[in-house]
């Protein structure tokens, strides 16, 4: 099942994910304008489509995540395509 198929309240309904604190994580943050290049990286996404969760993530979240980090100089690390694997035995 793809990961767009998921809600948060599918997961509670379906798995009896249980959710603490408060559901808006962001309630304080105030909402910032995109920038002109990210509107049109994003329009331009649009136009083209998306055929998988691949096409998404290229189109659709490679672009606000590159705007994020350029907006907070580029004070977080952007991974793509690497397996980060968590050591189990500790």
Same mark, same amino acid.
């Given at each position: 099942?793809?990961?767009? =198929?998921? @809600?948060?309240?599918?997961?509670?309904?379906?798995?009896?994910?249980?959710?603490?604190?408060?559901?808006?994580?962001? @309630?304080?943050?105030?909402?910032? /304008?995109?920038?002109?290049?990210?509107?049109?990286?994003?329009?331009?996404?649009?136009?083209?489509?998306?055929?998988?969760?691949?096409?998404?993530?290229?189109?659709?979240?490679?672009?606000?995540?590159? /705007?994020?980090?350029?907006?907070?100089? =580029?004070?977080?690390?952007?991974?793509?395509?690497?397996?980060? =694997?968590? =050591? @189990?035995?500790?």
């Amino acid at each position: 099942m793809a990961y767009s =198929d998921f @809600t948060l309240e599918r997961l509670i309904r379906e798995f009896g994910v249980k959710v603490r604190g408060e559901r808006s994580l962001f @309630t304080d943050v105030a909402p910032i /304008e995109p920038s002109p290049w990210l509107l049109e990286s994003l329009a331009r996404a649009n136009n083209i489509g998306f055929g998988s969760e691949k096409s998404r993530s290229e189109r659709l979240v490679s672009p606000v995540l590159m /705007e994020l980090s350029n907006l907070n100089h =580029d004070n977080f690390a952007i991974i793509s395509g690497a397996n980060l =694997d968590v =050591d @189990t035995s500790g």
